[in-house]
């Protein structure tokens, strides 16, 4: 390998290592574990450099790779529900406050693959195709946002001070990813693999500003609410004029689900890029970048912009659930849309993908054994989240493969992942989860997700890891 091409990839390792660890506290996690698994196919979504050990595979259709992951990075089921000394359960609130961060996030993903396979060529080269359905939901919330959902506004009645809800952040997408992936072994020890994605755009909602304060004044409970949002919206439903969202049919038909499913007006753009570099037969590094990348959302684009200042000086709760109580609403409902100068258009928008970063080094103990540590951060609403991965991989012959990991997500500590993956000619069965605790802790459910599959996988090399047991 040439001074130049080492001397490059050393540069953009570093770079992502310095990027990576200078950042915050974690977010969201995908393929931890899955990442140096190699005998699955899937492998190679985090990272296109890496070629799977099977020569071809087909994924079974709906069912080649399942995917599904909740992340909290406020608090804990254990920070929520507590014990007495009885054994009886209570709900500590406060406690739940006060695990809170400024700023937290709750994450929400499910990926399916509709199709996928994939095969080796030149012995040199990996050629791969995925049609994949993803669903990606985040929203990030401040404490005083909890505060004010548990408390209500005395507290910060008592204080005279603003309940300081901040820049709430919420994105919900659908869309269908169409990638095609292509690795190719460029010297004996640097691969370098990229993949390039069509993605069609189905539903979106995704607040692209909010600036939110709520004072409640020191001798009464009047709210004085100041706002500043823009909120974009893409899916079937039309939302505006808002004052006449009760006379809104929401029917949903079923040739409505089909012009759903394919239709083309929301189109983007993505790329993933990979590179590994074997120093020797024992160090490996990898880094890589995922979804980088836009989709333009045109069809049903609506757009809601608010701002303003309104006072509220509460309700009449006779009137509210007297006879006319329909009248008091829509009063009410009218009477916000007025005072906060609601601006209502139809403008299509553009939205960002959310990046992921993976840096990782692994150590092979043997052919048999290898060692891992994995660096793993996403990009949303502006900051960046990382999380922190150990592993093991045992690999004692292609056709079986199993990983025991630990990670550190989101300030949570109880997270031990196990995978495994096992060939019954020709047809492979995995399971991979970063973090099985819930399953016997459900009071440490913070984080959990499980990715599983089933692949048409042969054509392994004949050369099997040479049996050690050599530590």
């Known amino acids: 390998m040439t001074n130049h091409i080492r001397s490059c990839f050393?540069?953009?390792?570093?770079?992502?290592?310095i990027i990576l660890l200078s950042a915050g506290t974690g977010k969201a996690q995908q393929y931890?574990?899955?990442?140096?698994?190699?005998?699955?196919?899937?492998?190679?979504?985090?990272?296109?450099?890496?070629?799977?050990?099977?020569?071809?595979?087909?994924?079974?259709?709906?069912?080649?790779?399942?995917?599904t992951g909740f992340y909290n990075t406020g608090f804990a089921v254990k920070d929520l529900l507590r014990q007495n000394p009885d054994g009886s359960l209570y709900i500590d609130d406060q406690n739940m406050l006060s695990k809170l961060k400024t700023r937290n996030y709750f994450i929400a993903d499910m990926n399916l693959d509709i199709l996928s396979f994939g095969f080796r060529f030149q012995d040199i080269n990996y050629l791969s195709f995925?049609?994949?359905?993803?669903?990606?939901?985040?929203?990030?919330?401040?404490?005083?946002?909890?505060?004010?959902l548990i408390e209500g506004n005395d507290g910060f009645r008592q204080e005279g001070v603003a309940a300081q809800i901040g820049s709430p952040s919420f994105d919900f997408t659908h869309f269908r990813e169409f990638g095609v992936g292509f690795s190719r072994?460029?010297?004996?020890?640097?691969?370098?693999?990229?993949?390039?994605?069509?993605?069609?755009?189905?539903?979106?909602?995704?607040?692209?500003?909010?600036?939110?304060?709520?004072?409640?004044?020191?001798?009464n409970y009047e709210l004085l609410l100041n706002t500043n949002l823009l909120i974009n919206k893409s899916f079937p439903f039309t939302l505006a004029p808002l004052e006449?969202?009760?006379?809104?049919?929401?029917?949903?038909?079923d040739d409505d689900l089909q012009n759903y499913l394919t239709q083309t007006a929301n189109m983007g753009l993505a790329v993933d890029l990979g590179a590994t570099y074997e120093l020797n037969e024992q160090f490996t590094f990898a880094a890589s970048i995922r979804d980088l990348g836009f989709i333009n959302w045109k069809r049903d684009a609506e757009n809601f912009r608010v701002n303003g200042e309104v006072e509220f000086k509460g309700l009449d709760f006779d009137e509210v659930f007297g006879n006319d109580n329909d009248t008091v609403f829509e009063e009410i409902t009218d009477s916000i849309i007025d005072l906060f100068n609601l601006e209502e258009t139809t403008n299509a928008y553009t939205l960002m993908m959310a990046p992921k970063f993976f840096i990782s080094a692994a150590y092979n103990l043997t052919p048999m054994h290898k060692f891992a540590l994995l660096?793993?951060?996403?990009?949303?609403?502006?900051?960046?989240?990382p999380s922190f991965t150990a592993s093991y991989n045992f690999q004692p012959i292609n056709r079986f493969g199993s990983t025991l990991s630990y990670s550190i997500i989101h300030g949570n500590f109880h997270n031990l992942g196990l995978g495994f993956h096992v060939n019954i000619w020709p047809v492979q069965l995995y399971v991979v989860a970063d973090n099985y605790f819930p399953a016997f802790q459900p009071q440490t459910f913070q984080?959990?997700?499980?990715?599983?599959?089933?692949?048409?996988?042969?054509?392994?090399?004949?050369?099997?890891p040479k049996p050690s047991y050599r530590w």
């Open 10 to 17: 050393a540069t953009v390792f570093l770079l992502a290592s």
């Open 130 to 148: 995925n049609i994949s359905e993803r669903i990606e939901t985040r929203f990030g919330y401040s404490r005083d946002f909890m505060r004010l």
């Open 375 to 385: 660096g793993r951060g996403e990009l949303f609403a502006g900051d960046f989240y």
């Open 244 to 253: 006449d969202i009760g006379d809104n049919d929401f029917d949903f038909e």
């Open 185 to 219: 072994k460029w010297t004996d020890e640097l691969t370098a693999g990229v993949r390039a994605k069509v993605l069609q755009g189905m539903s979106n909602i995704n607040f692209e500003k909010t600036e939110l304060s709520l004072f409640t004044g020191p001798d």
């Open 32 to 67: 931890q574990t899955l990442y140096w698994m190699q005998g699955i196919p899937q492998s190679s979504y985090s990272n296109p450099a890496l070629q799977p050990l099977p020569n071809y595979y087909v994924g079974l259709p709906g069912l080649s790779s399942v995917y």
């Open 447 to 464: 984080t959990f997700n499980i990715h599983f599959g089933i692949n048409i996988a042969a054509g392994f090399s004949s050369k099997e």
